[in-house]
T-cell receptor, first 113, second 117 residues
Framework: AQSVTQLGSHVSVSEGALVLLRCNYS??????LFWYVQYPNQGLQLLLK??????LVKGINGFEAEFKKSETSFHLTKPSAHMSDAAEYFC???????????FGPGTRLSVLP | GAVVSQHPSWVICKSGTSVKIECRSL??????MFWYRQFPKQSLMLMAT?????????EQGVEKDKFLINHASLTLSTLTVTSAHPEDSSFYIC?????????????FGPGTRLTVL
């Protein structure tokens, strides 16, 4: 069984500040981990994914995440927040092999001017 | 990258009517598709796994007679919400599994917003 927790349902940062969105997972098998962003009334957009290769994963829009097995974490970071980053962010885990995704509860990111 | 489409993108219907949502993989064949539901301000929850040519597998608590899934071809899965009620209003998102070559990747559709009056 797999599960995902995201600490902080709402995170606010100032424009230009560091963005850190936390994700911890539980998985009985080596996980594949993903971060998705969702803008209001839209579908999911893949930011980045970890599939057992490099532990530091770079994604789109300047985001990156680091897989830490010892901490069962996959936190998402961006050095400098932009107003356009304001959205809902979901961390997800899958066992791969065509298994379904298990999503975290999401974190809403607000960027203050 | 691979594209998954959903139709319609939004639908409003009266209580008691049935609504069909289509999920298509546009440039790859998908033997497996997944259907998720997202209530307002909540996360996505898996409803069912749709396998081409066989019966769908439903998650606990999802009524299979209410949410009919048909995966009749390798590029199309449909979700029919039968006798819809206001509590079925939600954002329905599908994903399709691409097994081409050495990849095993899932792609999400843009979602369908259902509002039941």
């Amino acid at each position: 069984a797999q599960s995902v927790t995201q600490l902080g349902s709402h995170v606010s940062v100032s424009e230009g500040a560091l963005v850190l969105l936390r994700c911890n997972y539980s998985s009985s098998v080596p996980p594949y981990l993903f971060w998705y962003v969702q803008y209001p009334n839209q579908g999911l957009q893949l930011l980045l994914k970890y599939t057992s290769a490099a532990t530091l994963v770079k994604g789109i829009n300047g985001f990156e995440a680091e897989f830490k097995k010892s901490e069962t974490s996959f936190h998402l970071t961006k050095p400098s927040a932009h107003m356009s980053d304001a959205a809902e962010y979901f961390c997800a885990v899958t066992a791969g092999g065509g298994q379904n995704f298990v999503f975290g509860p999401g974190t809403r990111l607000s960027v203050l001017p | 990258g691979a594209v998954v489409s959903q139709h319609p993108s939004w639908v409003i219907c009266k209580s008691g009517t049935s609504v069909k949502i289509e999920c298509r993989s546009l440039d790859f064949q998908a033997t497996t598709m997944f259907w998720y539901r997202q209530f307002p301000k909540q996360s996505l929850m898996l409803m069912a796994t749709s396998n081409e040519g066989s019966k769908a597998t439903y998650e606990q608590g999802v009524e299979k007679d209410k949410f009919l899934i048909n995966h009749a071809s390798l590029t199309l899965s449909t979700l029919t919400v039968t006798s819809a009620h206001p509590e079925d209003s939600s954002f329905y998102i599908c994903s399709a599994r691409d097994l081409a070559g050495f990849t095993d990747t899932q792609y999400f559709g843009p979602g369908t917003r259902l509002t039941v009056l």
